[in-house]
Structure formats: structure tokens, C-alpha cells
């Protein structure tokens, strides 16, 4: 680890959230570095001015988010970060119990903060926030699709109301006309916040010029709540104040080599029309949920599968499935017994076709994301060329062989994101 301090912290809720934050300051001018979990202490990292901890957590049992959220504030405050960043999803994905809130609650006790400015807001991916209510891109978050989230489902767009029935303290609200006043305007309004016994403030954010003022706002405190679109905020401010690098890192080393695959278990619309597409690219082999959870050997046949066609070119791998079908799975076997399955099964998919020589990996979807990085052991990665808004290029920091991946949530890309991303994965 650089022994300079760290200009920024941040405590990820997941796997490819933290690669969607770790490229955005990349491209905000920090050097940055994504590790999977709290770093051992013998982790080697080189030099660099901001530390995305990855953390599963967004829908575990809220005390374990807690625990393993607080363990890596601490890491990071050991590494001089004055400031940390909690990123969440730009959709809040959540339930009335947490996670947001418990971890919000804690991270802030910890810091000793007053209050946390908070803004899941992203407008370059469409999400925006207008008097505490959250869209994605012109309908309410309510009514887009992410209402049908198989394991978060939001039925309510309205954040401060939302993020109330999670925290312990009363959530204030940063109205757009507060944010166009200025940094000024916006630290005048969280102190006023702050005094009346408000833990949090949601803050309006429409314009990307909002996120700078966000920013520079919320370095005022040691800690704030948000989406990638915070990170660039805080990222701009951190160059602009002399704390980064001001270039965006290069991926470094020689291409990989080997064979390439993607995985697939998202079920957005985004992933079923990019699987679609990838069609006319390459084999694509479409796993039934049922065989899997029947206790069938689709692993193995998937891999006999792939086996037989890596040698010519990438090949695809979906257990994806549109949403009326997911909920049909989960009435039968249970929403989580159905998920955990199925991310066990592509994990295991994951880990034969490295076994079989696969050092390019393209995944979809933030539980499958999660589950394949797990079980192959990966700790850390620097980032390289971006795929689309948020999706890196992620080569391993510390493998002993590298390997070149893609972590994307299911919304991300467009219908050829699977080709773009193996393009840029030579």
C-alpha cells in the first residue's frame, strides 16, 4: 500500500457497483484500485489515490452488512481516507429493513458525522432525483421496471420516505433549488439538518453540474451516501484540490491470452436483448433454472457444451430468464432458495471454464458477478478501457495468472455490450 493517505474511501454494497464507482474516478482523475472484500494486510497494491472495498452485502441480513461494512471504513480511516463514500445502487434497491439504513446508521456513528449527504443519482445512466423522488429516466422509479426487481422490488420512489422507514434518525431533504444556490447553499442547508436531529439528507440531482456541487459539499464531512454519480463529484473535487493524479490510469500489462466466455444470470430487459444480440456473434447456450434446481447436471453439461466450441471463439452461457418466469421459479422453490441456486450454478460454471482455460470472462448480473469473483478468489483489480457507462475493463491485481474480466448489472450496456466487451479484451 502507497504509504501516501488515501484521498478517498468507499465501502461498495456490491461487486459490480464498486467497478461501475472504481471507473468513474479513474476517469475523475484518481488512481484507483477495486479489491474484493477487505484487503489482507499483505495485500500488495501500488500506489494509488482511492480504494473501492467490494463488499456482497446489499442483500444479506442487515447485521452482517453492518459488520462487514464497518470493517472496511475501518481499513480504509487505517489508510488515512478522511473521507469515505457508502456506494449503493443508482436505484436504492432495497427493502423497509436495510440495507441502506443500518449501514448508513453505523458508517455514520463510526465517523462521528452529523449527518450523510446522500444521492444515488447518476443522470448520464438516467437516474435523477426531483423533490426526493427518484426516475429512471422519465417515469418514477416506481413505475420502471426495477418496481419487479426479483430480490428488491421498489415500489416507492420517493427516497426520503424510503430511506426513513431504514434509518434511525429523521431524513431531511436537499431541494434543487438549494443545489443550484451553490456549495455554500448546500452545506448551509445539511448544517441546519443536522442541528434540527436529521441523520441524512437526500439531495435533489438533475444536472451532471449538480454532482459537482454535491461533492464538493459533502467533503465537508467524513462521510456520504450514494451511486457512481456522487463518486464523480467527489472525484472532480479531489483533482480540482490537488489530491489526485489528474490522468486517468492505462490498463496495465500484456493481453491475456486464452480463451474467452460470458456468463449471463441477469434478468433485466437490458441482458435478455444483449443475449439476444450477442446471437449473431457467437454460440450461446440458454441453461433451463429448472434443470438446475432439479439437481440435473447442467453444470456439467454446460461445460461439455462449451468445451467442444471454445477453441473456435467465445461462447455464452445464460441462465437468465424473463421476469414472469423468475417469479413462477420463485413460487415454487422460494425467491431465495431459487437465487442462491442458480448464482452457486454459475459460479461453478465459472470456475470450470478458467479451469479449462478461459482468461477473458464477461459477466452480467451483480449477484452472478459476485458469486463467480467469490469462487474463483480474486482480491483486487486496477481498471482499464470502459465497455459502457460504468463497465470496465477489470484486470486481476494479484492472480498469479491475470485474467481480464467484465462485472456489469444487469440494466448497463447496450444490445452489444457482450461483443463491445470482448473487443476491447484482446
Not at 471507473?23 to 474484493?36: F, P
Amino acid at each position: 500500500m502507497s504509504p501516501r493517505a488515501l484521498a478517498l474511501g468507499a465501502v461498495a454494497d456490491d461487486y459490480t457497483g464498486a467497478s461501475d464507482l472504481a471507473n468513474t474516478l479513474t476517469k475523475a482523475g484518481l488512481r484507483t484500485v477495486q479489491t474484493i472484500g477487505v484487503p489482507d494486510p499483505d495485500l500488495a497494491l501500488p500506489e494509488v489515490d482511492a480504494v473501492v472495498v467490494a463488499l456482497k452485502s446489499r442483500s444479506i441480513p442487515a447485521g452482517q452488512a453492518v459488520e462487514r461494512s464497518l470493517a472496511a471504513e475501518r481499513w480504509l480511516r487505517e489508510r488515512g481516507a478522511a473521507h469515505v463514500l457508502f456506494k449503493i445502487c443508482s436505484t436504492f434497491d432495497s427493502t423497509d429493513a436495510g440495507n441502506i439504513g443500518p449501514v448508513l446508521d453505523a458508517l455514520r456513528t463510526a465517523a462521528g458525522a452529523p449527518i450523510a449527504l446522500v444521492t444515488p443519482a447518476f443522470p448520464e445512466t438516467g437516474r435523477t432525483i426531483y423533490q426526493g423522488h427518484l426516475f429512471v429516466g422519465a417515469v418514477p422509479l416506481d413505475e420502471s421496471p426495477l418496481k419487479d426487481h426479483p430480490l428488491n422490488p421498489m415500489r416507492d420512489a420517493n427516497l426520503v420516505r424510503v430511506l426513513a422507514r431504514q434509518t434511525a434518525s429523521p431524513v431531511g431533504l436537499v431541494d434543487l433549488a438549494t443545489v443550484a444556490g451553490g456549495v455554500a447553499a448546500v452545506a448551509s442547508r445539511l448544517d441546519a439538518l443536522a442541528q434540527a436531529g436529521h441523520g441524512a439528507a437526500i439531495a435533489d440531482t438533475v444536472f451532471e453540474s449538480d454532482l459537482e456541487i454535491l461533492g464538493n459539499a459533502a467533503l465537508a464531512h467524513p462521510l456520504s451516501v450514494g451511486a457512481s454519480g456522487l463518486g464523480l463529484g467527489l472525484g472532480r473535487a479531489l483533482v480540482a484540490a490537488g489530491r489526485g493524479s489528474a490522468a486517468a490510469d492505462a490498463l496495465p500489462g500484456e493481453g491475456v491470452g486464452g480463451h474467452a466466455a460470458c456468463l449471463a444470470g441477469s434478468c433485466s430487459q437490458a441482458t435478455l436483448g444483449q443475449i439476444e444480440a450477442a446471437e449473431a456473434h457467437m454460440p450461446v447456450l440458454r441453461l433451463d433454472p429448472e434443470r438446475i434446481l432439479a439437481g440435473e447436471a447442467a453444470i456439467e453439461g454446460a461445460l461439455a457444451w462449451a468445451a467442444e466450441r471454445l477453441g473456435n471463439g467465445p461462447v455464452l452461457i445464460a441462465t437468465s430468464a424473463t421476469p414472469e418466469a423468475v417469479r413462477a421459479l420463485q413460487a415454487r422453490h422460494g425467491g431465495a432458495e431459487a437465487g442462491h441456486a442458480i448464482e452457486a450454478a454459475n459460479a461453478a460454471i465459472a470456475a470450470g471454464l478458467v479451469a479449462g482455460g478461459v482468461r477473458r470472462l464477461v459477466v452480467a448480473g451483480g449477484e452472478t458477478s459476485g458469486a463467480v469473483v467469490d469462487h474463483l478468489g480474486l482480491r483486487a483489480f486496477r481498471l482499464g478501457p470502459e465497455i459502457a457507462a460504468g463497465v470496465p475493463v477489470l484486470r486481476t491485481a494479484s492472480a498469479a495468472e491475470p485474467m481480464l474480466l467484465a462485472l456489469k448489472s444487469g440494466n448497463f450496456g447496450g444490445r452489444d455490450f457482450f461483443a463491445r466487451a470482448l473487443d476491447l479484451m484482446r
